[in-house]
């Protein structure tokens, strides 16, 4: 089995910073991406920031130049440093991780953490 945990979120003031962690454990052979996403009430859940197993990264447009996303691939862990927030980057933000279970399976499995919640208000 395969857990993800974030952590790292609260409240914050507009224009502050705050780094989220997701820290993936159990039967992982590797991790091909790590992804962050975030979800407002009444949105649908959107993509914000991914890394790949070679460290190239992708970023939402709402977020370049405010957010890196990094990995930390001998501790399975992906983390979300957030720059300048702006109130509409309040959300649940997710963790997802696409990774092989087995070096004996050629298929990936997908799985998603439980959600840390961010909050940016005066």
């Known amino acids: 089995q395969v857990q993800l945990v974030e952590s790292g979120g609260g409240l914050v003031q507009p224009g502050g910073s705050l780094r989220l962690s997701c820290a993936a454990s159990?039967?992982?052979?590797?991790?091909?991406?790590m992804d962050w996403y975030r979800q407002a009430p009444g949105m649908q859940r959107e993509f914000v920031a991914r890394v790949n197993s070679v460290g190239d990264t992708n970023y939402a447009d709402s977020v370049k130049g405010r957010f890196t996303i990094s990995r930390d691939s001998a501790k399975n862990t992906v983390y979300l440093q957030m720059k300048n927030l702006k109130p509409e980057d309040t959300a649940v933000y997710y963790c997802k991780a696409v990774l092989w279970v087995s070096r004996y399976d050629v298929r990936t499995s997908e799985y998603w953490g439980q959600g840390t919640q961010v909050t940016v208000s005066s």
């Open positions: 159990g039967s992982i052979y590797e991790i091909g991406t």
